[in-house]
């Protein structure tokens, strides 16, 4: 048994970094955050010790930021240094990324450079499903698929933009850049909640200073060693003083 409250050994689902578990409370899961490091489609796999529970305490430590700017979440508490207690949502097929300076795919897909300020940020939905590799939606396609009604996806976006405020000021506080993130929400009675995750593994962060990587581009691109840039975050993210 994981914790008290878990109501079996095997989860009822389990992705390629973290496991999902039913408790004894209907509407709660518990979420494992894993060792596991992959990138590129789960084409680079590694496991990472320690890894899970970095990522869990700075996911942890967010979602209750955006609580405190009156932001629903999922999350309900920590059980371990790897897991917390969420309510179960019913998940939304999407992965929201909000862009504040260009990087990564969008520099590989379109004619703009590295480093490019997006002022307004720019909100991109892909299609969460692995074997499709998420392809990108718009407004008129999500309606077309009847993933959400038009007020669902407006304020879907609209939580992506606050949640995008919040956070670039709570980094940029300790020094770090929030170049881009992953969202993904899901329906809870008749709100829209954010559910998963908000880490090191869903986040593009750069040093203020330096402008070197301090997320999982540095598993991606070899670029140094990646649990020490994973532990720096989180001792930033978890450090009491100025809060924002
Ligand atoms: N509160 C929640 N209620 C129900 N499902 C959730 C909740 N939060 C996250 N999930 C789902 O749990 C799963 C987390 O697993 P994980 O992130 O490892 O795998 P994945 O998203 O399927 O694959 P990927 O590795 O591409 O992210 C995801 O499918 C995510 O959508
Ligand atoms: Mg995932």
Not at 124 to 131: G, L, R, T
Not at 148 to 162: G, I, P, T, W, Y
Not at 208 to 230: C, I, N, Q
Request: charged share 30%; glycine share 6%; with cysteine.
């Amino acid at each position: 048994m994981r914790a008290c409250n878990v109501k079996q050994g095997t989860p009822v689902y389990s992705g390629k970094a973290k496991s999902l578990y039913r408790t004894d409370k209907e509407g709660e899961l518990l979420v494992a955050f894993r060792d596991d490091i992959t990138a590129f489609d789960g084409g680079k796999k590694d496991v990472l010790t320690e890894k899970g529970s970095l990522n869990a305490k700075v996911s942890a430590r967010l979602f209750s930021l955006l609580e405190e700017h009156h932001i629903r979440t999922h999350f309900i508490r920590l059980i371990d240094n790897s897991s917390m207690l969420v309510r179960e949502l019913e998940m939304i097929p999407l992965e929201v990324i909000v862009r504040n300076i260009a990087a990564g795919s969008m520099v590989r897909n379109y004619p703009i450079s590295e480093g490019t300020p997006l002022d307004p940020p720019v909100i991109v939905i892909d299609y969460k499903d692995d074997s499709l590799h998420d392809p990108m939606l718009n407004d008129d396609l999500i309606l077309a698929m009847k993933i959400l009604s038009n007020d669902e996806l407006v304020r879907m976006k609209e939580l992506a933009l606050r949640i995008n405020i919040v956070l670039s000021r709570f980094f940029e506080a300790r020094g770090i850049i929030l170049v881009d993130f992953k969202l993904e929400f899901g329906k809870y009675g008749g709100d829209i909640l954010v559910g998963d995750e908000i880490s090191m593994d869903s986040m593009r962060l750069w040093d203020a200073k330096t402008k070197g990587s301090l997320d999982k581009d540095v598993y991606r691109f070899e670029k140094g060693d990646v649990l020490a840039v994973y532990r720096q975050v989180t001792d930033k993210v978890l450090k009491k003083g100025e809060t924002l």
